[in-house]
């Protein structure tokens, strides 16, 4: 079997409202570059990327003379030949490599008639439990602002009642650190028996950072995750506070995860398909995790139902996965699989039992997003349109104002 074909198309799908998190915000909506790769015996896997435009979809067709004729069997050969390491000093294809590979799975486990877990040394779960994931909020149709902690609370609630979440995650470093200690303060109270997790994106300084995770060592944490920037800043931290710290940022390849180990600055690494380089790589550091007990979670990117799968798949064969998944998920308005959204239960979402990532592109609602990226483009992730000029700093001084309601024309 050779691949005779790669396409690309990048796509805008509505969110509920504009997500603020600390560098910026998501401006109402999340791009996406959806990715086919076709073969000669006319399979076509699915991949996902982040962001997207002329540039992406470009990006993809490049990288067709690389892959025209590769057996998608073949995926260390693959690896090597679009994201070689010392190359790719030069042309940094790791994400283009996570799609590529997301495909190449989606088509064997299509060609030998088996979901992509069992791929992976089969599954050891069959559904996968997801945090709340909170985020502070400009107000949109039908959805109001987040801000306060009532507000966020409230919103809490109605996660817990519509889709069963046990865990909740406050995205952070929006606010001052005291304001939002008094948010995450709030939720302990209001659900005594579920799990919490803070995660400010590394802008706290050394100082606050110790500050709020000392405050919350007495609540029920998973984790906090980022609260500085850096493997010596979250050993700093964790030399002084009796909460597990986590990290998306700085422990995201293997050489990370070796000075992880040596000298050890996060209790957990959270994995995610396409800043490791795919599902393949993830399944590797949690068994290296694994074997140097350090806990283990999944990333969420802002991921539409392919990009998800590649995540259930994941969560689905890692017996060390102990903490329930990130999921932007269900911050979205709509998706562009057939049959529309993939529900949760219990908090938690059923691993698919199709062939392949078990996901199908809606040719209709693909085409709709489309045109809905032509019409409105792309955004600047690390701007806030609710603050023109503004720019984050790490560590950031310059928060927004929680005494403030505001809306944002997008």
């Known amino acids: 079997m050779k691949i005779v074909d790669i396409r690309a198309t990048t796509v805008a799908v509505p969110l509920e409202a504009p997500l603020r998190h600390s560098n910026g915000a998501h401006w109402g909506r999340f791009v996406r570059t959806l990715v086919e790769v076709e073969t000669d015996e006319g399979f076509v896997g699915l991949g996902e990327m982040g962001g997207g435009g002329e540039s992406a979809e470009a990006a993809f067709r490049a990288l067709l003379p690389y892959l025209k004729g590769h057996d998608p069997f073949q995926l260390e050969a693959l690896r090597f030949k679009i994201a070689n390491p010392t190359a790719s000093l030069y042309n940094n294809r790791t994400q283009l490599l996570a799609a590529i590979e997301f495909a190449c799975l989606d088509v064997i486990g299509q060609r030998l008639g088996v979901p992509v877990c069992d791929l992976l040394g089969g599954r050891v779960r069959d559904e996968v439990p997801f945090a709340s994931y909170l985020f502070f909020r400009y107000a949109a149709e039908g959805h109001p602002e987040i801000r306060t902690p009532d507000q966020l609370v409230g919103h809490a609630r109605d996660l817990k009642e519509a889709h069963g979440f046990t865990v909740h995650k406050l995205k952070g470093g929006v606010f001052p650190p005291d304001h939002e200690l008094e948010c995450y303060r709030a939720l302990a109270e209001a659900f005594p028996g579920d799990r919490l997790r803070y995660d400010p994106n590394a802008v706290l ?206």
Not at 274 to 300: D, M, N, Y
Not at 331 to 350: F, H, K, M, N
């Open 205 to 410: 300084s050394l100082a606050e950072g110790l500050r709020f995770g000392r405050a919350i060592e007495n609540l029920n944490n998973d984790y906090l995750e980022d609260p500085v920037w850096g493997l010596e800043g979250l050993r700093a931290v964790r030399e002084q506070v009796r909460v597990p710290l986590a990290t998306n940022t700085v422990v995201v390849n293997f050489e990370q995860l070796a000075s992880n180990v040596l000298r050890r600055a996060a209790d957990v690494v959270l994995l995610d398909t396409t800043f490791w380089g795919g599902i393949r790589p993830c399944v590797k550091a949690a068994g290296v995790c694994e074997t140097f007990q350090l806990g283990i979670a999944v990333h969420s990117s802002g991921e539409l139902g392919v990009q998800l799968a590649t995540m259930l798949h994941l969560g689905a064969v890692l017996p060390n996965l102990t903490y329930a998944a990130d999921a932007h998920y269900h911050q979205l308005r709509d998706d562009v699989i057939e049959g529309g959204p993939l529900p949760y239960e219990g908090g938690a979402i059923a691993v698919p039992t199709a062939p392949g990532l078990g996901v199908r592109l809606d040719k209709d609602k693909v085409a709709r997003y489309a045109e809905l990226y032509r019409e409105l483009g792309g955004y600047p992730y690390d701007r806030d349109p609710g603050r023109p000029g503004w720019y984050a700093r790490v560590p950031n001084e310059r928060f927004a104002d929680p005494t403030v309601s505001q809306e944002v024309p997008l």
